[in-house]
């Protein structure tokens, strides 16, 4: 390069300043060109600058919301330790009654009480719950419950209910209750080869409710509350629980002391009596480090998920904003034209752009992270008025990582998406600002980004397909892996190569609505003025309608293959049986007024009579079966077609009761009773029954134990399952018989709901980067208007109305928005059930469903946003005067 | 006004081409021409005779297809875009038809850009005396917005001038003003080059206005066409009409050297 030479001192007036080398100009001018250009842009920063504050909120809502789960665990974990000054605690749970007792001796400590938990199954009438149980502690201090109502426990048969439960079995003081528990035999039975194991019985025993109580602090309010049993009840049922050879150990000893102050004493006491624990902390510092534990779990899992959208926002964000530079820097050309003329150098227009950016970013994030803070605190203050069951904070805690990280995220995105633009600007040649021409277009796609999309396209196709082939061969985990990579390698490809094909798909959709108008032929040939902008914004949207759409599609696929599964699996919904047996080891017969109350009850689709019965084969095994004419099976079955064949005269045997019971292979098999014998056809079912079935008359023929002693019933579909099955428990339980009911239906509807629930948290957050996307759609539309001014005003000026001008914005808005959100949804929909097949094609073939009405919903959010997006940019358009517009620099 | 000083911008057999094969415009062919300094030259010739085109070459806001431009010592043709940027700092003003001014800016602001630009103080006397010669006083404050077309473009000549520049460009600087402003303007540029001793080439198609210039060099179909010295509206005016009606090149007074 050239050095300048000494320019000839020709200046008669003063003399040069001496000026500093290229690229040490001062930061100065930029900042102030900056914040000059920013004045002028208000407007059209604004839109981009909302995309980042939605972004930035998001972010912030999530740490929050993260910050207040964090500290309601700890809260909850903490109650559970109640008013105890200290708690002795072992970390491999090796602390023993002897350690407690030692504990107990220490002078100064007041009482102390092991932490256990026993679980047990609490019956009365067709109800049931699985209820935790703790003893009642010598100390009141270390307990957290409250008594609301009688008593506290205090003999064998004594328990005190949390006021819920008892509410739920229909139980009040005084009532009795059914417990089930274990009980290890005191001897051992011996084998054999001499070596020996304790057998256990199932008993059942009659509990007095001498109280109600209430967990004030919530303590137990994500564990279904927690029963109360004296200790010494307690102690009884783990040890017929664990048997004679073992005693049982516990994780902390709670301790209250008589004097709390004389804290450290007893502390290093404590220390001595129980040398084998592992620490004595004070209660505090035991529940964080409880906290600590648990937090490498859940929370981490659940700040990822929900990061995992926050991040989808911000790319679109990301999108949004590098559109709105990039059209900036286009109307902007001139004037970077003109500094290049005047001596800035390259440099000095990137950084510009950059602060720009940087500002607009720190700004918008600033009020993301406002908005974030005073969303979730609304939520708080609301909170209360919906009975959560959880004790939320009043107020949230801002800390530093809450703040700062959606700062930094926000600006950073706003950054890295000027990064294109700012470059674009530095590129200006000084020359342009000669040009006459109104706008210079930005330099078009190049070479290496066609074939870095294609690449990846093609690649993360071939990886996605691979995934679904390992899904259907078993290997759902690396499947879910290649088709999660190859869906995410494929869709970027899809968007860097979005340039290339969508405006041509937009000028596609124009051609059709073209015929309609010259509104419309304007509004298409408009959007293809611009390949690139118009591919941004169309992309920004696609990104989180292909998401949303994927979600959907991928869950009305997995759903349809769950609910063949589950219909498989649970083959009937409901099963009443009768819970006590005659001399002869059958189940009693089913009492009619049961059978009654069962067909009364709505919504059950069938009601079938059936007997069940342990039949011996002719080589001395034994199979179960139960008998059911064919006509009654086939009603209540969810796959009736697995009852193919079944008839008089034939034994229908499911793959898996063959299995188990050696009767694979066989035409015929001969059963036997003490009725005589029976000799049947086999039929092969796919039935996944846990019996095999043969008709009334031929169960006749080996017993006389034929009157139906269980009920089976299939729930309408449509019902409302859990309302469905309380109305059977209630009808049930009014007859006071001794049934129970059993039956696969409310787990499916677990499940389904499980995946309902996910489904819509999931769309609700993708939702956030949609909204994103369609203010880029506006921002995109009012950018071209403002470019255009000069435009429309002469089409105004040789005859366009300001209906037909409002016409074409509209027409524009919902071309760009329609194109994004169809392709999006067609994207989603291959991607969604890809996904599905990848995860799931093992379980059975996966179906590409269309979930119609939310893509119906999606298409039309779209188009009626894009409209929208045209109102306010159409009335700008519409407001300029003819001549005004024309005489505009 | 001295008539021996030294050319400050030269051009050596100098070419452009737009476009190819069928296509081609030849914008520039072969042209020498030499500037010198501490004079107002105009470059005038008919539209499209390519007058901006050789503006844009010497002041190196283009890159020629052929030949060389000197500004100076400093051989331009050929400079990198840091160097031409340099150039454009210290050594290189511009006035434009149009679009001259930071709309954002006041006045103040948009004549000290440049130096600023360059990470340079303001030479707040220099300023002072450009304010007074082009008569800005009372105006600084103002945003273009508020300034009519003739201000705008004494601002645009004063921000030309803020770096001491050894030449400025200006092309068609009174083509978008009527013509009482266009002369006000004419006469400021011509106060420059005699009361501050700058070098000034302008480009005109308006004989009138090459008027106020030292010296016009007559441009035709991308070559010199013929070079007046110390023109009248009158003889500017024969030598674009000797050019309309083809007749060979005219030189009156002393020949570009
Ligand atoms: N960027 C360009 N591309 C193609 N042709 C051009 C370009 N700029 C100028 N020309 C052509 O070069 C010739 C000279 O143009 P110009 O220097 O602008 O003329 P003037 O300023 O004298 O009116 C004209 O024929 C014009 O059409
Ligand atoms: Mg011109």
Redesign the interface.
Known sequence: ??A??T??T?????S?????A?????R??TA??TL??M??STGRLAAAGIAILISTAFVTVTLLVGNIVTSTTYDQVSARYADADLVVSHSSWELTPEDAEAAGAVDGVAAVQAQQTYFTELSRGGKVVYQSIAAHPADERLSPLRLAEGDWPQGQTDIALPTDVAERLGLGVGDTVNANRWIVDPEPEVQEDGSTWYDNQEVTEKLTVTGLVEDPYQAYALTGGMAVVSAATLDQWVADDSGPDSSPTYDALLVALDDPAALEEARQALAEAVPSATDVLTTQEYAEQVVAEMSGGQNIVFLVFVLAFAGVALVVAGLVIANTFQVLVAQRS??LA?????????G?LYRSVLLEAAILGLIASVAGVVLGALLVQAGLLVAPSFDLGVPLPGTISLNAAVVLVPLAVGVLVTLVAAVTPARAASRV???A??RPSDAPTLRGAGKVRAVLATLLTVGGVALLVGGMAMGRTGQADLGILAAVLGGSVSLVGVIVGAVFWLPRVAGAFGRLVGTSGPAARLAAANTQRNPRRTAATATALLIGVTLVSMMTTGAASARVTLDQELDAQYPVDLQVGTTSSDDEGNPSAMPGDVTDAVRGVGDLRAVAEVTTYVAETTDEEVVPVVAATPEALTSVLNTPEGAEGFGPGTLLVPAGVAKNYGLEGRDTITLSGPAGEVTLDVVPSDLRTHDAFLTPLDLAAITPAVAPNALWAGVADGADVAATVAALQDAVSATEEAVEISGAVVEREAYQQVIDVILGIVVGLLAVAVVIALIGVANTLSLSVIERTRENAMLRAIGLTTGQLRGTLAVEGMLIAGVGAVLGIVLGLVYGWAGATAALGNVGTVPFVVPWAEVGVMLAVALVAGLVASVVPARAAVRTRPVAALAA? | MSTQTAPVVRARSLSKTYGRGEAVVRALDGVDVDFEQGRFTAIMGPSGSGKSTLMHLLAGLDSASGGQVFLGETEITGLGDKALTRLRRDRVGFVFQQFNLLPMFTAEQNITLPVELAGGKVDRAWLGTLVETLGLGGRLTHRPGELSGGQQQRVAIARALIAQPEVVFADEPTGNLDSRSGAEVLSFLRRSVRELGRTIIMVTHDPSAAAYADRVVLIADGKIAGDISDPTPESAMAGLDALRTLEPAVTTGRTGA
């Open positions: 390069m050239t300048t030479t320019p000839p020709t200046t008669p007036v003063v040069t300043d001496s000026t500093p290229l690229g040490g100009g001062s100065y001018p102030r060109l000059g250009q004045r002028r001139r004037m003109l500094l290049r003329c005047i001596g800035a150098d390259t000095q040649a000084p020359l600002a000669l620099e």
